[in-house]
């Protein structure tokens, strides 16, 4: 029976439910249950996998320290790709243990790795966009709050310079950061612009870059003048964050905001762009910018569709129809290549395995640090020409 509004304010699974293995599809609660009684619990070997063989579109993995967590403490080996490692077809995760030691946890697992797994892509996409800019994650506004720091980690997988949320930072021990919002503006008033921005100047520490908003009443033009008259030197950049509806021909605004700027002696204020921005816009716009803010094209991305698929059972190689069967190995070769193949025979002979120990006998034995992870896709965005 759903509980009371006030016992739940918000619509949330708490964390000791997703560790317990409450936050599953009911029928894994069935499968259990029937294993159970009748007396079954083979010993398996079960694989994550988007795409059995390789296509030529690679993803970013992201979601293994979630999915690690939620694992640990398991009777069972875990062996996986690094956060932060491009994969196209074959397993990114492989479990190995008495399948109703897992069983309930599926759904979890699945939905840790397959959702920060899209948004990291997402943001690998733009980040390739526009490899020598700034790039912040501003999307999370786009998800439910209980997710913002799934959305923030990704981004910076993907190797986003910064984020947005406040709490994601604290959860991530990642400072926060941002600009200023069209209310701040508005709240002061049509014509008031200046005394909007002067007070963010004067109000706001130090070391926080004075970037003005300036598309909010006039011409983008008009108020990036008026900033820069307003606020001088101490003026790093403007924002222009013009609704599409409005925006015409973009490069062409930003370009006249420019030689306004460096025709006054504004040489040193850069412009920060933002508002549904893609990879095509960033590609478009990163000569004549400094920086981007993109938002729904990293939260919104859709998830990879993983499944986890049981391959070998009580030692013997089995599968459902449709899937491999046999305990495979992930392989990168210098060249760029990904390779699959069976775990019991050789790879090819300048590959690198890619599913490593995760887990031995319940037991994490892998550190996560984001910005080794960030590196890592970075260097295997360029390996692959991502």
Not at 75 to 86: H, K, T
Not at 245 to 262: A, N, P
Request: proline share 4%.
């Amino acid at each position: 029976m759903p509980r009371d509004a006030a016992d739940a304010p918000f619509d949330i699974v708490p964390a000791e439910a997703i560790a317990e293995g409450r936050a599953t599809d009911a029928y894994f609660d069935r499968t259990v249950t029937t294993l159970e009684h009748a007396g079954k619990n083979p010993r398996v070997v079960a694989e994550v996998t988007a795409d059995q063989f390789p296509t030529g579109e690679f993803e970013l993995l992201a979601g293994v320290k979630d999915a690690a967590h939620l694992l640990a403490g398991l009777p069972i080996d875990v062996d996986a790709m690094r956060e932060g490692r491009l994969f196209d077809g074959g397993p990114v995760m492989r479990i190995e243990g008495d399948y109703l030691d897992f069983a309930r946890y599926e759904t979890s697992l699945l939905g840790f790795l397959s959702h920060a797994t899209g948004c990291a892509t997402g943001a690998l996409d733009v980040r390739r966009a526009a490899p020598e800019s700034q790039v912040l994650s501003f999307g999370a506004r786009h998800v439910h709050p209980s997710i913002a720091a799934m959305v923030e980690r990704a981004a910076l997988v993907a190797g986003l310079d910064g984020i947005s949320h406040v709490a994601a930072g604290d959860v991530l021990g990642v400072e926060a950061g941002g600009t200023m919002p069209h209310a701040l503006l508005i709240a002061f008033g049509n014509g008031h612009q200046e005394e909007a921005w002067t007070a963010f100047d004067e109000a706001v520490d130090a070391d926080v870059p004075r970037v003005a908003l300036c598309d909010t009443y006039s011409d983008e033009k008009d108020e990036t003048l008026r900033a820069a008259a307003t606020l001088g030197d101490a003026l790093d950049s403007v924002r222009l964050d013009t609704t599409s509806s409005r925006r015409g021909d973009f490069r062409r605004i930003v370009e006249e905001v420019r030689w306004e700027l460096d025709l006054r002696g504004f040489e040193d204020v850069g412009i920060f762009v933002s508002g549904g921005l893609g990879p095509d816009e960033l590609r478009e716009l990163r000569d004549v910018v400094e920086g981007f803010g993109v938002g729904g094209h990293v939260s919104n991305a859709d998830p990879v569709d993983f499944s986890l698929d049981i391959v070998e059972r009580d030692g013997e190689p089995c599968a459902k129809r449709g899937k491999l069967s046999g305990t495979k190995q992930v392989y990168r070769t210098p060249d760029g290549g990904h390779h699959v193949g069976l775990a019991d025979r050789s790879g090819p002979s300048d590959g690198e395995a890619l599913l490593e120990p995760l887990i031995r006998d319940g037991e994490l034995v892998r550190e996560f640090d984001i910005e080794a992870a960030a590196t890592r896709a970075a260097e295997d965005a360029a390996a692959v020409d991502f």
